[in-house]
């Protein structure tokens, strides 16, 4: 059993910055595909980012040239840095991974784990 602990999230103005953590244990890092997703209130949860195969990256056009995904492997952590934040950017934020390689770019993220999320509020 993967289990998934985020951390970073805060309340900040808009143009702010913040950048979420996500601890994993139960599995080889080196296993896992991880990801972010997020769900603001009255909306489905959707992709924010994750990793693709061959070193590749995927983000939501929302977020693309503002967020950045990496991951520390011997720290067994993915990272999300989010740079000029806006209001519509408020969410709760979610860390997911999966067994297994990555999605290729016609493939989907198939998550499989989940974290408990970590809120993100942007005030304009």
């Known amino acids: 059993q993967v289990h998934l602990v985020e951390s970073g999230g805060g309340s900040v103005q808009s143009g702010g910055s913040l950048k979420l953590s996500c601890e994993a244990s139960?599995?080889?890092?080196?296993?896992?595909?991880m990801g972010w997703f997020r769900q603001a209130p009255g909306k489905e949860r959707e992709e924010v980012a994750y990793?693709?195969?061959?070193?590749?990256?995927f983000y939501s056009d929302s977020v693309k040239d503002r967020f950045t995904i990496s991951q520390d492997i011997p720290e067994r952590t993915a990272y999300l840095q989010m740079n000029n934040l806006k209001p519509e950017d408020t969410a709760m934020y979610y860390c997911?991974?999966?067994?297994?390689?990555?999605?290729?770019?016609?493939?989907?993220?198939?998550?499989?784990?989940w974290g408990q999320g970590t809120q993100v509020t942007v005030s304009s």
């Open positions: 139960g599995a080889p890092f080196t296993n896992l595909c």
């Open positions: 990793f693709r195969r061959y070193g590749g990256l």
């Open positions: 997911a991974t999966y067994y297994g390689v990555c999605p290729s770019s016609r493939e989907r993220y198939r998550a499989q784990y």
